[in-house]
């Protein structure tokens, strides 16, 4: 599993990112709104959707960078991972 660490604002930026796009994509898919404002809206909001993608999917890799640099803290040793335990005082007789 991969981890991201993303402050609330950015987390809303990417939410509002991809909503966007959804109802760009669920208005030019409509039918109940006229022709010409549907067409001219859905094109705004995807417009919008897919141009602010970009500085959401740099925040997303910036995260994940951060998130994989702060794994290598003092408590974290891969040479560790799937290693048996030490032996402690009194594992002698098992």
Do not use: C, H, W
């Not at 705004?44 to 998130?67: D, H, K, N, Q, S």
Request: glycine letters at 10%; aromatic letters at 6%; charged letters at 25%.
């Amino acid at each position: 599993m991969k981890s991201v660490v993303l402050d609330l604002p950015m987390f809303g930026f990417i939410v509002a990112t991809r909503a966007l796009l959804g109802v760009g994509l669920g208005l030019a898919l409509s039918e109940r709104v006229p022709d010409a404002q549907r067409k001219a809206a859905a094109a705004l909001l995807i417009a919008a959707g897919a141009l602010t993608t970009i500085p959401a999917v740099r925040a997303l890799r910036r995260a994940r960078y951060v998130a994989r640099r702060d794994r290598t803290g003092i408590n974290y040793d891969r040479r560790l991972i799937g290693a048996s335990r030490f032996p402690r005082r009194g594992d002698q007789g098992v």
